[in-house]
């Protein structure tokens, strides 16, 4: 004996077969919208912040980069990486006075002088030259 289901849609989901195609075509539809959901997180829209990065004076950044590039980062925490590559915030602020004397109108001499007399930490190689 055959046992009556007590849930009418199964009957009519089983009878119909547009309904069927329909439930697969909505469920395709949201996993595409799901899809583009997650390429527009990984790929965010540019924010007002972004046109900064085009007002970069590559001549003075080149510069400051060279300058620190003399230098070893005295924090004591980094293990005395070279200031051009270092992230601490020791090493950014000491990039930011760099930059800082730069667009005051010192030389790149005077700003070496400067930062070994104020923070120290000049390379024994650089020294010696």
Do not use: H, W
């Not at 009957?11 to 395709?28: A, E, K, W, Y």
């Not at 090493?91 to 800082?100: F, G, W």
């Amino acid at each position: 004996m055959k046992k009556k289901s007590n849930f009418p849609a199964k009957q009519i989901v089983r009878s119909n077969p547009v309904l069927i195609t329909v439930f697969i075509v909505f469920g395709i539809a949201i996993i595409f919208y799901a899809i583009y959901l997650f390429q527009q997180n990984l790929n965010p829209q540019p924010t007002s912040d972004s046109s900064s990065l085009t007002d970069v004076n590559l001549p003075l950044e080149t510069t400051i980069f060279s300058i620190a590039k003399r230098f070893v980062c005295v924090c004591g925490k980094c293990g005395e990486l070279s200031l051009d590559v270092c992230t601490c915030p020791d090493a950014t602020k000491v990039r930011d006075q760099i930059r800082l004397n730069l667009e005051a109108g010192q030389t790149p001499e005077q700003v070496i002088a400067f930062v070994n007399d104020t923070y120290g930490g000049m390379k024994p190689e650089v020294k010696n030259n």
